[in-house]
């Protein structure tokens, strides 16, 4: 299946190469990942670069799994996409509460850990291991969008 997504004033040709709807809980995580690990080898990601994207993955799931249904189950996406510009994105699509990890504040990193507030390190985490990380909120979803760019 292709789709168009118009980006500024360009178009990209996008092709979906897998998705799965998974129950949002930890027990789900490995489903979750082993549809990225598939998507990122596909892709042609070497093996270091593959467990980076599954590291980033794994931690935005799991905040999902944990935190976007309080009061509740609810279910989480994950998306594959690789376009013709060499990027592989990973969607991860959830109803849960509004929530934009990204907007949250870098920790400080120079406070004595022991003094540091627990959690948080998952953002600097994904942010460092993505070639790009986006949000937004579509309705009542959260679509996190992680970006890999594909090695020449």
């Known amino acids: 299946m292709r789709e168009r997504r118009d980006i500024g004033a360009a178009e990209v040709e996008?092709?979906?190469?897998?998705?799965?709807?998974?129950?949002?809980?930890?027990?789900?995580?490995?489903?979750?990942?082993?549809?990225?690990?598939?998507?990122?080898?596909?892709?042609?990601?070497?093996?270091?670069?593959?467990?980076?994207?599954?590291?980033?993955?794994?931690?935005?799931?799991?905040?999902?799994?944990?935190?976007?249904?309080?009061?509740?189950?609810?279910?989480?996406?994950?998306?594959?996409?690789?376009?013709?510009?060499?990027?592989?994105?990973?969607?991860?699509?959830?109803?849960?509460?509004?929530f934009d990890m990204l907007a949250r504040p870098a920790p400080d990193f120079t406070v004595d850990a022991a003094q540091r507030q627990i959690g948080g390190l998952g953002i600097p985490l994904i942010r460092a291991l993505m070639d790009n990380a986006t949000y937004h909120r579509e309705g009542a979803r959260n679509i996190l969008r992680l970006t890999a760019l594909l090695p020449l």
């Open 14 to 98: 996008m092709s979906l190469i897998i998705a799965v709807i998974l129950p949002a809980r930890i027990d789900s995580l490995s489903r979750g990942l082993a549809l990225v690990v598939e998507c990122a080898t596909a892709a042609g990601f070497p093996p270091q670069r593959v467990m980076e994207i599954e590291l980033a993955v794994e931690e935005a799931l799991a905040n999902i799994c944990l935190y976007a249904y309080p009061n509740g189950s609810g279910e989480v996406e994950v998306r594959c996409t690789q376009d013709e510009r060499r990027h592989l994105s990973i969607e991860l699509i959830d109803a849960g509460i509004p």
